[in-house]
């Protein structure tokens, strides 16, 4: 356990071998703190590529679910900014604008799971998640809450290991707040504000590893595609083109942190279309080259 001014906490980054990160479903990441009244917070120490500031936020190229087992705290994306108290559980999606933090006064004790994968990103995109915001629809907090201290306490006492156990109990967590589509009606989502720019998302970070272009989500959306640019532009403050690279950027740095894939197969399945265009994307983003990411990792894993 380590201990930094009172605030405890655990991590684990687990690894992906190649087997495993060509499964539909996988768990990239646990761990739990335990945050008391008054102590600073966001804590320093885990991996790089997961750190906070409550200043700047952060983004993530995976799936984040946490859960509150005592005190409250926040959470904001750019959609809007929400309370969370104990028994409640939020879910952020991959490249969604974050931050979270507990009550000073109060304090709290949370725990999280990270994720990634084609079945996933199909369930984010068919709007299968009960959500309320960010806040996680649950008829049954305390069965979710002992399979989330289960699914946590297996990751910790497997000492750094991952094994497709882990993704077979975080599908029986995402089971309390997945909504079965074939059992009510589904409204047409209209074609303009943010139902335009979640579902290009979701379409995105779901079909980026493709060689897919701007032209290539005009056409998914059936609009226009100046007026998709423009629509989107004006929600996100990014572009399009900006939104495929960043999902890019975040599929390759996951497969050059957590497997042993040559860079050559990375190039592929992160979307890229050649070495160049990668090494370009890596030094304008990172600073570094593919391959230093990947020896800067493992050193700050070590």
Not at 104 to 117: A, D, E, L, M, R
């Given at each position: 356990?380590?201990?930094?001014?009172?605030?405890?906490?655990?991590?684990?980054?687990?690894?992906?071998?190649?087997?495993?990160?060509?499964?539909?479903?996988?768990?990239?990441?646990?761990?739990?703190?335990?945050?008391?009244?008054?102590?600073?917070?966001?804590?320093?120490?885990?991996?790089?590529?997961?750190?906070?500031?409550?200043?700047?936020?952060?983004?993530?190229?995976?799936?984040?679910?946490?859960?509150?087992?005592?005190?409250?705290?926040?959470?904001?994306?750019?959609?809007?900014?929400?309370?969370?108290?104990?028994?409640q559980a939020w879910?952020?999606?991959?490249?969604?604008?974050?931050?979270?933090?507990?009550?000073?006064?109060?304090?709290?004790?949370?725990?999280?799971?990270?994720?990634?994968?084609?079945?996933?990103?199909?369930?984010?995109?068919?709007?299968?998640?009960?959500?309320?915001?960010?806040?996680?629809?649950?008829?049954?907090?305390?069965?979710?809450?002992?399979?989330?201290?289960?699914?946590?306490?297996?990751?910790?006492?497997?000492?750094?290991?991952?094994?497709?156990?882990?993704?077979?109990?975080?599908?029986?967590?995402?089971?309390?707040?997945?909504?079965?589509?074939?059992?009510?009606?589904?409204?047409?989502?209209?074609?303009s504000g943010d139902?335009?720019?979640?579902?290009?998302?979701?379409?995105?970070?779901?079909?980026?590893?493709?060689?897919?272009?701007?032209?290539?989500?005009?056409?998914?959306?059936?609009?226009?595609?100046?007026?998709?640019?423009?629509?989107?532009?004006?929600?996100?403050?990014?572009?399009?083109?900006?939104?495929?690279?960043?999902?890019?950027?975040?599929?390759?740095?996951?497969?050059?942190?957590?497997?042993?894939?040559?860079?050559?197969?990375?190039?592929?399945?992160?979307?890229?279309?050649?070495?160049?265009?990668?090494?370009?994307?890596?030094?304008?983003?990172?600073?570094?080259?593919?391959?230093?990411?990947?020896?800067?990792?493992?050193?700050?894993?070590?």
């Amino acid at each position: 356990m380590l201990e930094m001014r009172h605030v405890n906490w655990r991590a684990h980054a687990l690894p992906l071998n190649d087997r495993l990160f060509r499964e539909p479903f996988y768990v990239t990441h646990a761990g739990w703190e335990r945050v008391r009244p008054h102590q600073s917070y966001p804590h320093s120490g885990q991996p790089y590529y997961y750190d906070m500031t409550w200043t700047e936020g952060r983004i993530l190229g995976e799936f984040c679910l946490s859960f509150i087992t005592k005190g409250q705290g926040e959470v904001e994306t750019k959609r809007g900014r929400q309370s969370v108290r104990a028994a409640q559980a939020w879910l952020y999606m991959p490249g969604e604008w974050h931050r979270h933090r507990p009550t000073p006064s109060v304090g709290w004790s949370n725990q999280w799971i990270k994720f990634n994968g084609s079945l996933a990103h199909q369930w984010m995109q068919e709007r299968a998640f009960g959500l309320k915001g960010n806040l996680v629809q649950l008829a049954d907090t305390r069965l979710f809450q002992r399979q989330f201290r289960h699914l946590v306490e297996s990751i910790d006492a497997a000492d750094g290991r991952n094994s497709l156990q882990f993704s077979w109990q975080a599908i029986g967590l995402l089971s309390h707040f997945l909504v079965d589509q074939s059992a009510v009606d589904q409204p047409k989502v209209a074609q303009s504000g943010d139902a335009v720019v979640d579902s290009v998302r979701a379409y995105i970070w779901s079909q980026s590893h493709n060689q897919i272009s701007v032209s290539d989500v005009a056409r998914h959306t059936r609009l226009n595609r100046r007026t998709l640019e423009r629509c989107f532009k004006a929600v996100t403050g990014t572009t399009l083109l900006n939104e495929i690279q960043q999902c890019r950027i975040s599929r390759a740095a996951l497969l050059l942190r957590e497997t042993d894939v040559p860079i050559k197969y990375v190039i592929g399945r992160a979307g890229f279309s050649s070495y160049q265009q990668i090494r370009l994307a890596f030094q304008k983003h990172f600073a570094v080259s593919p391959e230093e990411y990947r020896a800067n990792a493992r050193s700050t894993a070590s």
